[in-house]
C-alpha cells in the first residue's frame, strides 16, 4: 500500500523583517506576526522570543540564522524630499524568492491624519512590504514600511505611490524599552548608488512567513518556531478610531462589505487580534 507524503503547509501570508543586532534580533510590522501560532524566516530558519507593540505597529524578534549583516538607525530624523529607498518581499507567492528594492522620496513627514508616527514615502510598496527598511542614501534606517492609501482615496484621481513609513525614531524607543541592542549609522558614510546600496542592505533584510496552525510536537524543528502571545481576553476596551481610505499593507484583518460604522466597531472591538 502506498501512502501518499502529507502535504506542505502552507503559510497564511508574509513579510518583511530586517536585522538589527549581530544578536539576531529583527524588526518588523506587529501586524505581520500577531496573527500567527508560529512565525519561520528566510531558508526555513526558526524563530523565537517576539516582542510586539500592537498600536505602534512594531515588533522584534529572534532569528536562528546567523546574521549576514545588520541595518544600523540614523541619528537625526528623515528630512522632506530626501532619497530613500526600501526594502521587501512584496508578493511573495507571485514574485520571485529575491528581496526587491524600490526608490522613491520622503514626501511628507507627517502621516495619514497628520499623525507624527509616520513619514510619507513615493518608494512603490504592496502586500508582503510590510516591516522593510526604509533607507537613506548611506543605508540608515530612516523608517520601517507599514501603510499605503487605497485606490478608492483619490475622489476619483488614482493615487500614485502615496505610502506611510514608521518612523526610525520611534523604533529606537520601542528597541531601547525591550532592552534590545541597536547601532547608530556613521554620520560621515558616503552616499551610494542604488546597486551598491542594495549590496549593503540586502544581506539583513529577510522574508517571514506566517502559519496559521499548531504544528505536531514531534516536528522538533518546526515546533521551535515562535510561538506568537495571544492578547488579553480581559484587556480593557480601546478606543475606536475612524481612518477612511487606509490600508494596512498585509494578510491579516478581516474584510468587511455593506456595514454600518456601528458594526464596523462592533467587529472590530470583538476582534482579539484587531488594533482599532
Known sequence: MLIA???????????????INSEGWAVTNAH?????????????????????????DLAVLRISAVPAGVVRLR?????????????????????????KVRTGNVNSLIGLGDDTRYLQISTPIQPGNSGGPVVDRRGALVGITTATLKPEAGGGALPQNVNFALRATLLQTFLESRGIKFEYAPEDAAELHTADLA????????????YGTNPEPAQTE?????????????????????????????FDYATLRNVSQQQCQQACNEDGHATP
Not at 530624523?77 to 528581496?99: C, Q, W
Open 5 to 19: 507524503p502529507a502535504a506542505a503547509e502552507e503559510p497564511i501570508g508574509t513579510g518583511t523583517a530586517f536585522l
Open 32 to 56: 505581520v506576526v500577531q496573527d500567527c501560532t508560529r512565525v519561520t524566516a528566510t531558508g526555513g530558519s526558526t524563530t523565537s522570543d517576539v516582542k510586539m507593540d500592537v498600536r505602534n
Open 75 to 99: 541619528h537625526a530624523g528623515a528630512r522632506l524630499g530626501e532619497d530613500i529607498a526600501a526594502f521587501g518581499y512584496p508578493l511573495g507567492s507571485v514574485l520571485s524568492s529575491s528581496v
Open 199 to 210: 549590496d549593503k542592505v540586502q544581506p539583513a533584510v529577510v522574508q517571514l512567513f506566517c
Open 222 to 250: 518546526v515546533a521551535a518556531a515562535t510561538r506568537v502571545p495571544a492578547p488579553d481576553p480581559y484587556r480593557p476596551m480601546r478606543p475606536f478610531s475612524i481612518l477612511d481610505n487606509h490600508d494596512v499593507v498585509g
